[in-house]
């Protein structure tokens, strides 16, 4: 059926390339997209939540939170690449408009987990937390127009 797709539009002589085969064996339809983007983010939302819960246990709880709530994180993030894919979720993360929002988030994610690990401070753990979200919630509403606008003219109203 391929074939004679490829004959009736003028490319019977033209062979797919070996990277061609592989996105066409790859890509993924809508509803599986859709499926994918829910589950990721509800596994986002629970690790999230999770780490929430593990916040009052008894001297490892500020590190499980800090560890539970970053993989929930990044967790949700991913689950956008189901719905753009994974270069164009690149390519948008990196644009001008998001790259400060990008940089901070992705550096607070990686901080929270070396003083979680390595450093050791819990105290440095839950401030990196709290600028993780932020960050967060500033690179998400960047996608939605005119809100980035709104958020800093409400501030500037309530700080006034």
Same mark, same amino acid.
């Given at each position: 059926?391929?074939?004679?797709?490829?004959?009736?539009?003028?490319?019977?002589?033209?062979?797919?390339?070996?990277?061609?085969?592989?996105?066409?064996?790859?890509?993924?339809?809508?509803?599986?997209?859709?499926?994918?983007?829910?589950?990721?983010?509800?596994?986002?939302?629970?690790?999230?939540?999770?780490?929430?819960?593990?916040?009052?246990?008894?001297?490892?709880?500020?590190?499980?939170?800090?560890?539970?709530?970053?993989?929930?994180?990044? /967790?949700?993030?991913?689950?956008?690449?189901?719905?753009?894919?994974?270069?164009?979720?690149?390519?948008?993360?990196?644009?001008?408009?998001?790259?400060? /929002?990008?940089?901070?988030?992705?550096?607070?994610?990686?901080?929270?987990?070396?003083?979680?690990?390595?450093?050791?401070?819990?105290?440095?753990?839950?401030?990196?937390?709290?600028?993780?979200?932020?960050?967060?919630?500033?690179?998400?509403?960047?996608?939605?127009?005119?809100?980035?606008?709104?958020?800093?003219?409400?501030?500037?109203?309530?700080?006034?």
């Amino acid at each position: 059926m391929d074939k004679l797709k490829r004959v009736l539009s003028g490319r019977d002589t033209e062979e797919p390339s070996g990277l061609a085969e592989v996105i066409d064996a790859t890509s993924l339809g809508w509803g599986t997209r859709v499926k994918g983007f829910v589950a990721c983010f509800v596994i986002g939302c629970l690790c999230s939540l999770l780490g929430s819960c593990l916040l009052w246990v008894p001297k490892k709880g500020l590190t499980l939170f800090a560890v539970f709530y970053t993989l929930g994180n990044i /967790a949700s993030i991913g689950s956008t690449l189901f719905l753009m894919g994974p270069m164009k979720q690149l390519k948008r993360m990196f644009e001008p408009t998001r790259l400060i /929002a990008t940089i901070v988030m992705l550096l607070c994610l990686v901080l929270t987990l070396c003083s979680a690990f390595w450093w050791r401070k819990q105290g440095l753990a839950l401030l990196f937390c709290i600028l993780q979200f932020f960050a967060l919630a500033w690179y998400s509403i960047s996608f939605i127009p005119f809100a980035r606008d709104a958020v800093k003219k409400c501030l500037s109203v309530c700080l006034s």
